[in-house]
T-cell receptor
Framework: DGGITQSPKYLFRKEGQNVTLSCEQNLNHDAMYWYRQDPGQGLRLIYYSQIVNDFQKGDIAEGYSVSREKKESFPLTVTSAQKNPTAFYLC???????????FGNGTRLTVT | AQSVTQPDIHITVSEGASLELRCNYSYGATPYLFWYVQSPGQGLQLLLKYFSGDTLVQGIKGFEAEFKRSQSSFNLRKPSVHWSDAAEYFCAVGAGDSSYKLIFGSGTRLLVRP
């Protein structure tokens, strides 16, 4: 079955360490997204990519970085510059502008 | 700029009762509107979408939503709630004709009383 795979489901890191969250899709979608979810704040867009080798900052890109070397993959790195990295991170993909998004099951990152 | 408001943070209904979750958007042209549902610790699942045409949209799991341009609303409804409907619900709007961004509301958590 086609879908989006995020790994790992839970991730623990010490403050000051960079960490990379994986997102892979086999839906053949051109666009991929990273959202951050905090209680009571809904989903906030971190980065998105409309095509391979291209990506744009979302609303809260500071302290994060991404790459899009393959259509199927859109990893997110949470750097030590991100002040409050503990959150639930959701990866999504879509086919065209304003299309519905398909979501992965998320990665819960805890930084202590 | 586009925005989405879900005025109710929590809603509690009894099993078998009807449900309406409110969503108001701010957008100049005809919007692309979506409702998603999220179970705890999971990703989001699309319930339904509105792009154009009939203003009453049917979705999965017995949900429907009505687009009302005059009220800038896209409220989600279900005639009879089941305990398994307890989850968080998000309304979203497409950010523009050529945009790939979706803007999400802050969500409404639905609790179902037995």
């Amino acid at each position: 079955d086609g879908g989006i795979t995020q790994s790992p489901k839970y991730l623990f890191r010490k403050e000051g360490q960079n960490v990379t969250l994986s997102c892979e899709q086999n839906l053949n979608h051109d666009a991929m997204y990273w959202y951050r979810q905090d209680p009571g704040q809904g989903l906030r867009l971190i980065y998105y990519s409309q095509i391979v080798n291209d990506f744009q900052k979302g609303d809260i890109a500071e302290g994060y970085s991404v790459s899009r070397e393959k259509k199927e993959s859109f990893p997110l790195t949470v750097t030590s510059a991100q002040k409050n990295p503990t959150a639930f991170y959701l990866c999504a993909s879509g086919t065209y502008a304003n299309s519905p998004l398909h979501f992965g099951n998320g990665t819960r990152l805890t930084v202590t | 700029a586009q925005s989405v408001t879900q005025p109710d943070i929590h809603i509690t209904v009894s099993e078998g009762a009807s449900l309406e979750l409110r969503c108001n958007y701010s957008y100049g042209a005809t919007p692309y509107l979506f409702w998603y549902v999220q179970s705890p610790g999971q990703g989001l699942q699309l319930l339904l979408k509105y792009f154009s045409g009939d203003t009453l949209v049917q979705g999965i799991k017995g949900f429907e939503a009505e687009f009302k341009r005059s009220q800038s609303s896209f409220n989600l409804r279900k005639p009879s709630v089941h305990w398994s409907d307890a989850a968080e619900y998000f309304c979203a709007v497409g950010a523009g004709d050529s945009s790939y961004k979706l803007i999400f509301g802050s969500g409404t958590r639905l609790l179902v009383r037995p």
